[in-house]
Nanobody
Framework: QVQLVESGGGLVQPGGSLTLSCASS????????LNWYRQAPGKQRELVAS???????NYADDVRGRFTLSRDNAMNTVSLQMNSLKQEDTAVYYC???????????WGQGTQVTVFS
């Protein structure tokens, strides 16, 4: 069974930083678009950031300039550096891997990020 293992969530004050990481030992990340989604209480899951095979990134408007997504295909990891965190960034963050060619998608179990003052 494919597993995406996330780490790095936690508690932080507004303006602080966290780095989320996601790794897998079972799939070849270089074939996948890697995404981070988040879901706040009472809200739908939303796409936060994506990084494509060639390294191109896309960000949601409300995180652009604060979050940076990077990937290391050799290590099969993807990281989301989150700076200048706001209370509205509080959510469970999910790693997602999507291979369009084979229509395969995998999810991590989620990691909680809580921004509090």
């Amino acid at each position: 069974q494919v597993q995406l293992v996330e780490s790095g969530g936690g508690l932080v004050q507004p303006g602080g930083s966290l780095t989320l990481s996601c790794a897998s030992s079972r799939i070849n990340f270089s074939l996948y678009t890697l995404n981070w989604y988040r879901q706040a209480p009472g809200k739908q899951r939303e796409l936060v950031a994506s990084i494509f095979g060639g390294g191109t990134t896309n960000y949601a408007d409300d995180v652009r300039g604060r979050f940076t997504l990077s990937r290391d295909n050799a290590m099969n990891t993807v990281s989301l550096q989150m700076n200048s965190l706001k209370q509205e960034d509080t959510a469970v963050y999910y790693c997602n891997a999507y291979w369009q060619h084979a229509n395969l998608t995998f999810w991590g179990q989620g990691t909680q990020v809580t921004v509090f003052s």
